[in-house]
Nanobody, 116 residues
Framework: QVQLVESGGGLVQAGGSLRLSCAVSGSTFSSMLIGWYRQAPGKQRQLVANFGSTGNTAYVGSVEGRFTISRDFAKSTAYLQMDSLKPEDTAVYYC??????????WGQGTQVTVSS
C-alpha cells in the first residue's frame, strides 16, 4: 500500500519561499501521477500542481508562475517549490496520485503558514 509523507512546511513571511517534499513508498513512484493539494481552514482540498501522463506539469491559476512541481525518481520523492508566497497560500499541503482509483491514503500533510 502506498505511503505518502509530506514535509517542509513552516511559517514564512509574505514574499518568502518554501520547498515541500513528498516521500513515497510502497508503490512504483515512476508510474504515479503526483499532485500537490492544499486545504485551508473551512475549505475543500484543492489540487494546485500536478504531473500529467506525458510528464507535463499543470498548475492552478492562483499559483502559476510562483510554484514549481518536480520529482526525483531515484529518491521516490516529489517536491513543490513555492516562491513569492502570499497569505492566501496558508493551508495544509498534501500529495497523492491524482487518479482516484490509484490514490493512497492521505498523509498527515505539512502546514504552511504565510504571515502578512
Amino acid at each position: 500500500q502506498v505511503q505518502l509523507v509530506e514535509s517542509g512546511g513552516g511559517l514564512v513571511q509574505a514574499g518568502g519561499s518554501l520547498r515541500l517534499s513528498c516521500a513515497v513508498s510502497g508503490s512504483t513512484f515512476s508510474s504515479m501521477l503526483i499532485g500537490w493539494y492544499r486545504q485551508a481552514p473551512g475549505k475543500q482540498r484543492q489540487l494546485v500542481a500536478n504531473f500529467g501522463s506525458t510528464g507535463n506539469t499543470a498548475y492552478v491559476g492562483s499559483v502559476e508562475g510562483r510554484f514549481t512541481i518536480s520529482r526525483d525518481f531515484a529518491k521516490s520523492t516529489a517536491y513543490l517549490q513555492m516562491d513569492s508566497l502570499k497569505p492566501e497560500d496558508t493551508a495544509v499541503y498534501y500529495c497523492n496520485d491524482i487518479r482516484p482509483s490509484l490514490a493512497g491514503r492521505w498523509g498527515q500533510g505539512t502546514q504552511v503558514t504565510v504571515s502578512s
